[in-house]
C-alpha cells in the first residue's frame, strides 16, 4: 500500500508560482512512476507530467508550454511539482499518483496509476 499526501496548493495570482509537494508513505519501494494530475471543473483529469521513481527522467504533455516542472527526493520519498508563470487556466485540483507497473505504462492515463493523493486545490486569480 501506498499513501500520497499533497500539499502546497492556494490561491496564486496570474503571474506568479507554487511549488506542490507529495509526499509518500507505506511500501514506496513499489513505486516506478510518479505522475502529476490536475482537474478542472467539468473537464476530465489532465496530464501535467511525470518522473521515474529511480532514474528521474521526466515526462511532461506535448502540449506543455514549459512553465511546470517535477522532481523528486528520494531520501525524503518526496516529488515536488514546481509551477511558475502561473494563469487562470491553470486553476484546477492537482493530484500526485503512483504507478507500481514493472511494465511500461501509458503514463498520460490515469488508467496506468495504482495510488491517488487526495489532492490539492489551486485557484489562479487574473
Known amino acids: 500500500q501506498v499513501q500520497l499526501v499533497e500539499s502546497g496548493g492556494g490561491l496564486v495570482q496570474a503571474g506568479g508560482s507554487l511549488r506542490l509537494s507529495c509526499a509518500a508513505s507505506?511500501?514506496?519501494?513499489?513505486?516506478?512512476?510518479m505522475g502529476w494530475f490536475r482537474q478542472a471543473p467539468g473537464k476530465e483529469r489532465e496530464f501535467v507530467g511525470a518522473?521515474?521513481?529511480?532514474?528521474?527522467?521526466?515526462y511532461y504533455p506535448d502540449s506543455g508550454k514549459g512553465r511546470f516542472t517535477t522532481s523528486r527526493d528520494n531520501a525524503k520519498n518526496t516529488v515536488y511539482l514546481q509551477m511558475n508563470s502561473l494563469k487562470p487556466e491553470d486553476t484546477a485540483v492537482y493530484y500526485c499518483?503512483?504507478?507500481?507497473?514493472?511494465?511500461?505504462?501509458?503514463?498520460?492515463?490515469?488508467?496506468?496509476?495504482?495510488?491517488w493523493g487526495q489532492g490539492t486545490q489551486v485557484t489562479v486569480s487574473s
Open positions: 507505506g511500501r514506496t519501494d513499489s513505486m516506478n512512476v
Open positions: 499518483a503512483a504507478a507500481t507497473s514493472h511494465r511500461t505504462i501509458i503514463l498520460v492515463l490515469p488508467s496506468g496509476y495504482d495510488y
Open positions: 518522473i521515474n521513481w529511480s532514474g528521474g527522467s521526466t
